[in-house]
T-cell receptor, first 116, second 116 residues
Framework: EAQVTQNPRYLITVTGKKLTVTCSQN?????MSWYRQDPGLGLRQIYY???????DKGDVPEGYKVSRKEKRNFPLILESPSPNQTSLYFC???????????????FGNGTRLTVT | GNSVTQMEGPVTLSEEAFLTINCTYT??????LFWYVQYPGEGLQLLLK?????DKGSNKGFEATYRKETTSFHLEKGSVQVSDSAVYFC???????????????FGKGTKLSVKP
């Protein structure tokens, strides 16, 4: 089944403890992206990647890192999580090198992160 | 800058009622427009899309028409069902905005609850 898989679904951690949220897609998609969803703020883009070894900042990149060593994987790394990073995170991918009319986004089911 | 504005929710309707969720946008150039839907506990899914003025996107009984003169892309459904309860996001994509070429800009989402 074609899908975007995120792990874990739920994560509770403490301030400063490094964590990684994994994202993998099995559709050979070029473009991958991370979003966070917060009440009243909607979806905001954190980082995106148009190709292997190519990543770029979105609207809210502070406190996050990503890597794209393989086409299928796009992990999100929080080196030193803080409570303001408590959020619902989504990974998404699309077939072409952007998220356009002919290349809509496919989303994972989300990771709910709580930082205490 | 480029942006999407959606009507604030939540919207509560009875089954078989008519639905309209307003969406207006600000953009340079000629963006493509999308509606995504997020069912409880899931990621977003593409619902419908349109790429140029007067295009009508439709899917699952939902429709939206790209109105360039009013910069709008309102979502409508003639008769909602309980299973339509979800959060609906309007989004746009296009070239040369915000340094994130080809990325999507989302509205804040509108939560719809349909009562039997």
């Amino acid at each position: 089944e074609a899908q975007v898989t995120q792990n874990p679904r739920y994560l509770i951690t403490v301030t400063g403890k490094k964590l990684t949220v994994t994202c993998s897609q099995n559709m050979n998609h070029e473009y991958m992206s991370w979003y966070r969803q917060d009440p009243g703020l909607g979806l905001r883009q954190i980082y995106y990647s148009m190709n292997v070894e190519v990543t770029d900042k979105g609207d809210v990149p502070e406190g996050y890192k990503v890597s794209r060593k393989e086409k299928r994987n796009f992990p999100l790394i929080l080196e030193s999580p803080s409570p303001n990073q408590t959020s619902l995170y989504f990974c998404a991918s699309s077939p072409q090198r952007d998220a356009s009319y002919n290349s809509p986004l496919h989303f994972g089911n989300g990771t709910r992160l709580t930082v205490t | 800058g480029n942006s999407v504005t959606q009507m604030e929710g939540p919207v509560t309707l009875s089954e078989e009622a008519f639905l309209t969720i307003n969406c207006t946008y600000t953009a340079t150039g000629y963006p493509s427009l999308f509606w995504y839907v997020q069912y409880p506990g899931e990621g977003l899914q593409l619902l419908l899309k349109a790429t140029k003025a007067d295009d009508k996107g439709s899917n699952k009984g939902f429709e939206a028409t790209y109105r360039k003169e009013t910069t709008s892309f309102h979502l409508e459904k003639g008769s909602v069902q309980v299973s339509d309860s979800a959060v609906y996001f309007c989004a746009l994509s296009g070239l040369n905005y915000g340094g994130s070429q080809g990325n999507l800009i989302f509205g804040k989402g509108t939560k719809l609850s349909v009562k039997p």
